[in-house]
């Protein structure tokens, strides 16, 4: 039976992402932003409101808490990251909610041209009569991933309170600097303790995820010949000019996340930056499969060296970091946690899906590192932009998910 979640719900999504904790991949502190621990330390005070156990802010900025066990069971944890993508305004975000969706064209108040319909959003046709979360046009709202937060915090609550409910030891965290590759720090699987566990990161209602892209990023640095631009003729090197052209280059009409979808990985220029004596590009490399990923990475040093031999008298640099892997590679060979979460899916009416992550969370580098974790449906859309939306029935849905992985675990 589903639980009226929805009121709780709700206030706990807006409340949440009112606070910025947008991160910032060119810092090199933890957490990347001193913002994000303004919604972390809010979290510690509601664990210690509901009676959660054990609640702690780590030293790299992720919040630990413990709901003990009323029965035999694995130690399960539950993941959210509560920073938000940097690739689009957070400021001053007004979270709103359309109740009673209609069917129609939803309008935002501080962006009259803005439109999000079922044209646009087709998941939305499905939602008529839900209520659903905007923000007001000029920001995302950062259901990416503060749903999560709510769904793992509206079923901690309720499970403290209902302690006749079984289950064993659950683990929760709320990570920062998901979003720039950095939500699991070295340190978090032992401090998190947990046998394995589940993100609730994903989109779509039913949707039980067990892979997800591979993932590299690379800055290419070049440094050309500065010189006064009236007495430049035969001694300037334009470092502006060599970007653009690597940036021609490369595949313009294939390998662009614009022209790429399903298994197809991509190599994605996102940030050019600097002057003509100096440029920096930077490039996400993404693909499901290792030697794609490899690839990838070879066919930008291979333009950047062939740019390069244009013009001796430039330096360019070009620097490819890991940043997560595949997690199909490690649950594929123990897929009990999944097929966990497809069961308890199913007890509550709702047929599981698994569809490739075009994208990672922080289950990819947990399960790298040692603790399987599948991601699971909150049911955000189109994050990242000002037309992110959700259903508060489909958190709902995903708090009962929650509850029923720990009560099908203790009885399993």
């Not at 706990?12 to 932003?33: F, I, K, M, N």
Request: proline share 6%.
């Amino acid at each position: 039976m589903t639980a009226p979640f929805d009121a709780e719900l709700e206030s706990r999504l807006t409340r949440y992402c009112a606070v910025d904790t947008q991160s910032d991949e060119t810092s090199d502190s933890a957490p990347s932003t001193a913002r994000q621990l303004d919604l972390q330390r809010l979290l510690l005070r509601e664990l210690a409101e509901i009676g959660a156990a054990d609640v702690r802010l780590t030293d790299y900025g992720a919040v630990l808490a413990t709901i003990p066990a009323t029965a035999p069971g694995p130690t399960i944890g539950f993941f959210a990251h509560v920073d938000t993508a940097p690739q689009f305004n957070a400021t001053d975000v007004k979270p709103r909610v359309v109740r009673r969706y209609n069917g129609g064209a939803i309008t935002f108040p501080d962006n009259p041209a803005l439109t999000l319909s079922p044209e646009v959003s087709p998941y939305l046709a499905g939602k008529v009569g839900q209520d659903i979360v905007t923000a007001s046009g000029t920001t995302l709202l950062g259901a990416d991933d503060k749903a999560g937060v709510a769904v793992i915090m509206t079923a901690a609550r309720h499970l403290i309170a209902n302690p006749a409910i079984a289950h064993g030891p659950i683990r929760i965290a709320f990570t920062p600097d998901e979003e720039i590759g950095r939500g699991v720090d070295a340190r978090l699987p032992a401090d998190l303790g947990a046998d394995f566990a589940y993100t609730f990161d994903g989109a779509g209602l039913g949707e039980i995820e067990y892979e997800s892209f591979s993932a590299d990023g690379a800055a290419v640095t070049i440094t050309g010949v500065s010189a006064h631009p009236g007495t430049a003729k035969g001694k300037m090197v334009n470092a502006l000019h060599l970007a653009a052209k690597i940036v021609a280059t490369l595949p313009q009409a294939t390998m662009t996340p614009e022209t790429t979808e399903g298994r197809d990985g991509f190599l994605h220029v996102y940030e050019l930056k600097g002057t003509a004596a100096e440029a920096t590009l930077k490039f996400i490399l993404r693909d499901f499969e290792r030697d794609g990923l490899q690839a990838k990475g070879d066919l930008l040093r291979q333009v950047c060296a062939a740019i390069a031999a244009t013009e001796p008298r430039a330096v360019i640099d070009c620097t490819i970091r890991p940043q997560y892997r595949n997690m199909r590679y490690w649950l594929e060979k123990d897929m009990r946690p999944v097929e966990l979460a497809r069961a308890a899916c199913r007890d509550l009416g709702i047929e599981p899906v698994s569809v490739p992550i075009r994208g990672g969370t922080d289950g990819s580098r947990l399960t790298e590192m040692g603790v399987p974790c599948p991601n699971l449906f909150t049911g955000m859309q189109e994050i990242h932009g000002p037309l992110e939306w959700i259903s508060v029935q489909d958190m709902a849905r995903a708090a009962d998910l929650c509850l029923s992985i720990v009560r099908r675990a203790a009885t399993a």
